[in-house]
């Protein structure tokens, strides 16, 4: 009879796993905070805001959208890649070609780059599900061409004529979305695919035979500063604030006394945060001059809820 190591048969005690559970959830719960800190001050520093207030639900709720914004496409492209999950038919794979397919996974991820930006739609201002006339009618166009295509390649047997077809239809991709859509839309697709791209270089990074001798983390310290950044200055500003986002909301304001914001007693602007000073307002929506209007020369606020829908 095999004997058990006796610290082999001691169980994990409930104290043990609680301590355990609590300290993987401080360190979660510093890591959203501390990236939507650098999130909303990014953003508020672009529109010439200096002070934030540490201690705001808005800066707990940008953490998550970041880190909601940044897992489906790291699941997306896993799944592109069958990692997990319920698989897809197995394609025997010629080892020597094993560039090709990573070349030909990231070139196929744009357009589930696009799928997952309109599946994320209801997020966004302004609402925007199809392109511009007659975007739509190319994109038909397009899918049947890429179809008709995919009939006839095979990356095992013309691997360089296939990534050759893969990367004129990914250009032409690109372009329908660049010309056809808007450009908070494409700046948006591009995030999904970057992140996309992203996680497919730290797998392959992370997989390779080389990892003890060349595996280099601070690339991914990097690469995650880089992912916060592009967040912060083209995504999280067009998200709607219902939602925790940082675009403006319309208001209308009934002031008691003069200040730079307006000279009048009523006055419509956007808001696009408070603190316990008082409101930060810009004009029109791209505005980059905010203004300051203290709380005490504020007799009234009303909101229009019609962009939060």
């Not at 690109?174 to 859509?181: A, D, F």
């Not at 697709?189 to 595996?215: A, D, N, Q």
């Not at 304001?253 to 307006?262: D, K, M, P």
Request: proline share 4%; charged share 15%; aromatic share 16%.
């Amino acid at each position: 009879m095999l004997d058990v190591p006796a610290n082999a048969r001691q169980e994990i005690s409930p104290q043990s796993l609680f301590s355990l559970t609590a300290k993987h959830a401080a360190t979660i719960f510093a890591v959203i905070y501390g990236a939507g800190f650098l999130i909303i001050s990014i953003h508020h520093g672009r529109l010439g805001m200096l002070a934030v207030e540490p201690f705001k639900a808005k800066i707990f709720s940008a953490g998550l959208l970041f880190a909601l914004l940044t897992g489906i496409p790291c699941i997306g492209m896993a799944r592109t890649m069958g990692l997990f999950g319920l698989r897809r038919p197995a394609i025997q794979v010629v080892e020597s070609h094993i560039v090709y397919v990573y070349i030909s996974w990231a070139l196929d991820f744009w357009w589930i780059a696009v799928g997952l930006r309109l599946a994320s739609s209801i997020l966004f201002v302004p609402l925007e599900l199809y392109p511009r006339y007659p975007g739509w009618l190319l994109y038909i166009a397009y899918c049947a061409v890429v179809a008709t295509a995919d009939m006839f390649l095979s990356l095992n047997r013309w691997p360089l004529r296939t990534i050759s077809v893969n990367f004129a239809t990914f250009i032409l991709g690109v372009v329908l979305i660049y010309r056809y859509s808007s450009h908070q839309f494409f700046l948006q697709v591009l995030w999904f695919y970057l992140v996309g791209l992203i996680f497919l270089w730290v797998r392959s990074v992370t997989t390779s035979p080389r990892l003890v001798k060349t595996y280099d983390w601070e690339r991914q310290g990097f690469s995650i500063l880089a992912m916060v950044l592009f967040f912060a200055a083209f995504v999280y500003g067009h998200i709607r604030p219902f939602y925790g986002g940082g675009a403006p909301i319309r208001v209308d304001l009934i002031l008691n006394r003069q200040t730079s914001f307006s000279s009048g007693t009523t006055v419509t602007g956007f808001l696009v945060d408070d603190d316990s000073n008082g409101y930060y307002l810009i004009h029109q929506e791209g505005d980059r001059d905010t203004h300051f209007v203290p709380r005490d020369a504020v007799a009234e606020i009303i909101f229009h809820g019609g962009n939060l829908l």
